[in-house]
């Protein structure tokens, strides 16, 4: 879960007097940056937000399970055949919140030809279907993580969003929020989508 902290809250940012609380102490320099145990350490530095990566492209989809919006147990295998947009987000997560208009105009656009799977990071699942009904998406589903494997596995920060293939490879990744109606996405999903 601490991995989680760096994405979405950078709780050492200037304005944030918990994450600077440790840095007024007259301890050594060396103590003042410690991180401290209910904090996550700074993401290494990786692609720039907003841009695709392809580091991890081929590698196959993984195998954990994860909640439909119907309750039902499932993995990204079960969606196999047509390709796969995998959204890990989390209803505290500002960003992530931003995104997901956009990412709900794409699921409607593409619909019949990507599957966009909007995985909360919350740990209490329960107050992700009544956030998505608050929003009144027209296609966005809320499917949930209640084991809290998926960010462990795949991702250091939220919102990351993973598009697969038809045959569960990965084409690309990209870190933190993205408009789903601009020209990145556009020309990125090309990639599967013609």
Same mark, same amino acid.
């Given at each position: 879960?601490?991995?989680?902290?760096?994405?979405?809250?950078?709780?050492? +940012?200037?304005?944030?007097?918990?994450?600077?609380? !440790? @840095? !007024?102490?007259?301890?050594?320099?060396?103590?003042?940056?410690?991180?401290?145990?209910?904090? /996550?350490? $700074?993401? @290494?530095?990786?692609?720039? /937000? *907003? +841009?695709?990566?392809?580091?991890?492209? *081929?590698?196959?989809? =993984?195998?954990?399970?994860?909640?439909?919006?119907? *309750?039902? @147990?499932?993995?990204?295998?079960?969606?196999?055949?047509? $390709?796969?947009?995998?959204?890990?987000?989390?209803?505290?997560?500002?960003?992530?919140?931003?995104?997901?208009? !956009?990412?709900?105009?794409?699921?409607?656009?593409?619909?019949?030809?990507?599957?966009?799977?909007?995985? +909360?990071?919350?740990?209490?699942?329960?107050?992700?279907?009544?956030?998505?009904?608050?929003?009144?998406?027209?296609?966005?589903?809320?499917?949930?993580? =209640?084991?809290?494997?998926?960010?462990?596995?795949?991702?250091?920060?939220? $919102?990351?969003?993973?598009?697969?293939?038809?045959?569960? #490879?990965?084409?690309?990744?990209?870190?933190?929020?993205?408009?789903? !109606?601009?020209?990145?996405?556009?020309?990125?999903? #090309?990639?599967?989508? *013609?």
């Amino acid at each position: 879960m601490a991995a989680l902290l760096t994405g979405c809250g950078d709780r050492t +940012s200037a304005g944030n007097e918990q994450g600077n609380a !440790t @840095a !007024t102490t007259d301890a050594a320099p060396d103590a003042a940056n410690a991180v401290s145990p209910d904090e /996550a350490a $700074p993401a @290494a530095a990786g692609p720039k /937000a *907003g +841009s695709l990566d392809l580091s991890h492209a *081929g590698e196959a989809a =993984p195998t954990l399970g994860f909640v439909d919006a119907d *309750g039902k @147990a499932v993995t990204l295998a079960d969606y196999r055949g047509k $390709p796969v947009l995998l959204n890990l987000w989390a209803t505290w997560c500002g960003p992530c919140v931003k995104e997901l208009p !956009t990412l709900d105009a794409l699921a409607t656009r593409e619909k019949g030809r990507l599957t966009v799977v909007t995985l +909360s990071q919350d740990m209490d699942p329960a107050k992700v279907a009544p956030f998505f009904a608050a929003r009144k998406f027209t296609t966005l589903k809320a499917y949930t993580d =209640p084991k809290m494997a998926w960010v462990p596995a795949v991702a250091n920060n939220l $919102p990351t969003s993973i598009l697969y293939d038809a045959k569960g #490879r990965e084409v690309w990744r990209t870190v933190g929020d993205l408009d789903w !109606t601009g020209d990145v996405a556009r020309e990125g999903l #090309r990639k599967v989508l *013609g």
